[in-house]
């Protein structure tokens, strides 16, 4: 089974910067993809980033001010969020895809992003 858990939510004003974290229960490298995905209240779900395989990619919203990475000794994935706007307010989930595993596809239990001064 895998988990994964997310932390660095958190208030933060207009303009500043965030750390997210997710920590993995299981090696990262064996997942197809690793991403962030963001829910506002009343909305959709919605990709905010993604790891796949050796690649980067991002909601255009987010391009030049958000950047994913993960650190794989520690089984963890960031997103470095600068530069954050009111409308970015939400909770931001980790999800990850392990192909092996029963489920196939977890998702973190989410850690909330305020932004407001």
């Known amino acids: 089974q895998v988990q994964l858990v997310e932390s660095g939510g958190g208030l933060v004003q207009p303009g500043g910067s965030l750390r997210l974290s997710c920590a993995s229960s299981v090696n990262i490298f064996g997942a197809s993809a690793m991403g962030w995905y963001r829910q506002a209240p009343g909305k959709q779900r919605v990709l905010v980033a993604v790891i796949v395989g050796g690649s980067t990619n991002y909601a255009d919203s987010v391009k030049g001010r958000f950047t994913i990475s993960r650190d794989a000794p520690k089984n963890t994935v960031y997103l470095q969020m600068n530069s954050l706007r009111r409308e970015e307010s939400a909770v931001y989930f980790c999800?990850?895809?392990?192909?092996?595993?029963?489920?196939?596809?977890?998702w973190g239990q989410g850690t909330q992003v305020t932004v407001s001064s």
């Open positions: 999800n990850g895809r392990f192909p092996w595993s029963s489920k196939g596809a977890y």
